[in-house]
């Protein structure tokens, strides 16, 4: 099905599709980094506020034991993203590329439903099957999660609920990366902040006015999970071109299943290994008493903010890194790429210079305790520079997606995970406290550098797989 063929189905489909695929096909750069970026970093933001508000509900029941089933519940929660990026991240990027490749061979764009279909009820399959396989090993994963005598109930709860929603959950999450293949980032930040205010509102119901405690939290996330499907639904329905979520459409050709799976399985990896690196860092860092681990708690939550930022740049801009690589764009691709770059480093040295400054005022807004301010100086700097690193690291890992640079993309989110836990054990053997602080950021580091040498060895690669924005290429976008 040509772009033409359905353009004048509907003059309101057709402006929305439009002005989206604009800002990716021949927007100034900066316009369409806006557009692209600044919703995505609003809408984390949002999520983030939210976390707060959740974990404010839960705490205003005065129970223990919830607040822990809440916690004990995270790498779960983590778990099921990580499935649903593994359709989305994959699909997302594939459906970008042929809306570029579409340009020169119409006919390409006929193929991305059968991409968008496949995504979201593979999401949803896959979700379903790992949820049911939770829930007749519920015992055992309560305890795997580590919940104790006292949080057993209440852990148990919590997961019952949410294991119940996985297909919800995971088919959610890669519908929203769906969405903004075509460049409706603008979209994609109004279904998240309706799910997030769905959730408030499902949380006062559930939790203050009916009392079902963290059950009813879990149930609050899933159906607000729900809305944002429904959300995202009727707007592909009622203003895409090009995507279908129809049954119909559903496929499991290989020319489908391999560029989905090759970019997308770097996603599952990569949110493995942070939850492995999280329970790892944190239970090291026990060991040396609750000075520290309130410092790195406070340093997180001081970096998140430059962090969603930053994040809401190097997710932003892999729809237009994709489109420009299917469309045979090179002068596209790069200078995206360079604005992108210099957008990460600008953040990350603005905010870094301005918090390092004004450390004392910063951290006595979250604590009054002076030997977290003593030693939350270094763990911030630490965190900070790890940041700065981890920008950089995810914009290389964005093009490798966009690229459809399988081996690469996995090889950057398998290798934090690999060298952080050696990294750290060695540095609280060695040096202590500060081998701990310092983990992070020294493997960040090679990271980056890692991700710099593939991206240089992979130049040469990328450049033939442009040729020049050829109608030829077309046909390569699958390969």
């Given at each position: 099905m040509s772009a033409s063929s359905t353009a004048t189905d509907s003059p309101a489909k057709a402006d929305a599709v439009g002005s989206n695929r604009w800002y990716l096909s021949s927007a100034p750069i900066v316009r369409a980094l806006v557009h692209l970026c600044v919703p995505m970093a609003a809408a984390m933001i949002v999520s983030a506020v939210y976390n707060v508000i959740n974990a404010g509900f839960i705490g205003s029941l005065h129970n223990t034991a919830m607040l822990a089933a809440v916690t004990f519940g995270s790498p779960l929660l983590g778990l099921v993203m990580a499935v649903g990026g593994v359709f989305g991240t994959g699909g997302s990027a594939l459906i970008s590329r042929l809306l570029g490749a579409s340009e020169h061979d119409p006919a390409k764009a006929g193929e991305i439903k059968h991409v968008a279909s496949f995504s979201f009820w593979g999401a949803g399959i896959v979700g379903a099957v790992l949820g049911g396989l939770g829930l007749f090993l519920l015992h055992p994963l309560v305890s795997l999660l580590g919940a104790d005598t006292s949080a057993v109930a209440a852990t148990t709860d919590f997961v019952t609920v949410l294991l119940i929603f996985v297909p919800v959950l995971a088919a959610a999450f890669c519908l929203e990366q769906l969405v903004r293949s075509e460049g409706a980032a603008r979209q994609v930040m109004?279904?998240?902040?309706?799910?997030?205010?769905a959730n408030v509102l499902f949380d006062v119901l559930f939790i203050l006015v009916l009392h079902w405690g963290v059950?009813?939290?879990?149930?609050?996330?899933?159906?607000?999970?729900?809305?944002?499907?429904?959300?995202?639904?009727?707007?592909?329905h009622r203003h895409s071109e090009h995507l279908s979520l129809a049954p119909r459409w559903f496929t499991l050709a290989p020319a489908v299943l391999k560029p989905v799976f090759g970019v997308g399985v770097s996603e599952l990896l990569q949110a493995a290994f942070l939850i492995?690196?999280?329970?790892?860092?944190?239970?090291?860092?026990?060991?040396?008493?609750?000075?520290p681990l309130a410092a790195m708690g406070v340093a997180v939550r001081i970096a998140q903010v430059p962090e969603f930022l930053i994040m809401g740049v190097t997710l932003g801009v892999l729809p237009l890194l994709a489109y420009s690589y299917g469309k045979g764009d090179r002068k596209r691709l790069t200078t995206a790429l360079r604005a992108a770059a210099l957008t990460v480093g600008g953040i990350g040295l603005l905010f870094s210079v301005t918090v390092i400054v004004f450390r004392e005022q910063v951290f006595a807004a979250f604590s009054a305790d002076h030997s977290v301010l003593a030693i939350g100086v270094t763990v911030l700097t630490a965190q900070l520079i790890?940041?700065?690193?981890?920008g950089f690291?995810?914009?290389?890992?964005?093009?490798?997606?966009?690229?459809?640079?399988?081996?690469?993309a996995t090889v950057m989110s398998v290798t934090q995970g690999v060298l952080f836990i050696p990294t750290v054990l060695l540095g609280n053997v060695w040096f202590g406290l500060a081998g701990i602080i310092w983990a992070l950021t020294v493997t960040e580091g090679i990271v980056f550098v890692v991700g710099t040498a593939m991206w240089l060895a992979s130049r040469r690669a990328i450049d033939r797989g442009l040729a020049d924005g050829s109608p030829a290429r077309a046909d390569q976008v699958l390969a």
């Amino acid at each position: 099905m040509s772009a033409s063929s359905t353009a004048t189905d509907s003059p309101a489909k057709a402006d929305a599709v439009g002005s989206n695929r604009w800002y990716l096909s021949s927007a100034p750069i900066v316009r369409a980094l806006v557009h692209l970026c600044v919703p995505m970093a609003a809408a984390m933001i949002v999520s983030a506020v939210y976390n707060v508000i959740n974990a404010g509900f839960i705490g205003s029941l005065h129970n223990t034991a919830m607040l822990a089933a809440v916690t004990f519940g995270s790498p779960l929660l983590g778990l099921v993203m990580a499935v649903g990026g593994v359709f989305g991240t994959g699909g997302s990027a594939l459906i970008s590329r042929l809306l570029g490749a579409s340009e020169h061979d119409p006919a390409k764009a006929g193929e991305i439903k059968h991409v968008a279909s496949f995504s979201f009820w593979g999401a949803g399959i896959v979700g379903a099957v790992l949820g049911g396989l939770g829930l007749f090993l519920l015992h055992p994963l309560v305890s795997l999660l580590g919940a104790d005598t006292s949080a057993v109930a209440a852990t148990t709860d919590f997961v019952t609920v949410l294991l119940i929603f996985v297909p919800v959950l995971a088919a959610a999450f890669c519908l929203e990366q769906l969405v903004r293949s075509e460049g409706a980032a603008r979209q994609v930040m109004v279904g998240l902040i309706a799910s997030t205010i769905a959730n408030v509102l499902f949380d006062v119901l559930f939790i203050l006015v009916l009392h079902w405690g963290v059950a009813g939290a879990a149930l609050a996330v899933g159906l607000s999970n729900l809305v944002v499907i429904g959300y995202f639904a009727t707007w592909l329905h009622r203003h895409s071109e090009h995507l279908s979520l129809a049954p119909r459409w559903f496929t499991l050709a290989p020319a489908v299943l391999k560029p989905v799976f090759g970019v997308g399985v770097s996603e599952l990896l990569q949110a493995a290994f942070l939850i492995v690196t999280s329970l790892v860092l944190n239970n090291l860092a026990a060991g040396y008493g609750d000075g520290p681990l309130a410092a790195m708690g406070v340093a997180v939550r001081i970096a998140q903010v430059p962090e969603f930022l930053i994040m809401g740049v190097t997710l932003g801009v892999l729809p237009l890194l994709a489109y420009s690589y299917g469309k045979g764009d090179r002068k596209r691709l790069t200078t995206a790429l360079r604005a992108a770059a210099l957008t990460v480093g600008g953040i990350g040295l603005l905010f870094s210079v301005t918090v390092i400054v004004f450390r004392e005022q910063v951290f006595a807004a979250f604590s009054a305790d002076h030997s977290v301010l003593a030693i939350g100086v270094t763990v911030l700097t630490a965190q900070l520079i790890a940041m700065l690193a981890n920008g950089f690291t995810g914009l290389l890992t964005s093009l490798f997606q966009a690229t459809g640079r399988a081996l690469p993309a996995t090889v950057m989110s398998v290798t934090q995970g690999v060298l952080f836990i050696p990294t750290v054990l060695l540095g609280n053997v060695w040096f202590g406290l500060a081998g701990i602080i310092w983990a992070l950021t020294v493997t960040e580091g090679i990271v980056f550098v890692v991700g710099t040498a593939m991206w240089l060895a992979s130049r040469r690669a990328i450049d033939r797989g442009l040729a020049d924005g050829s109608p030829a290429r077309a046909d390569q976008v699958l390969a």
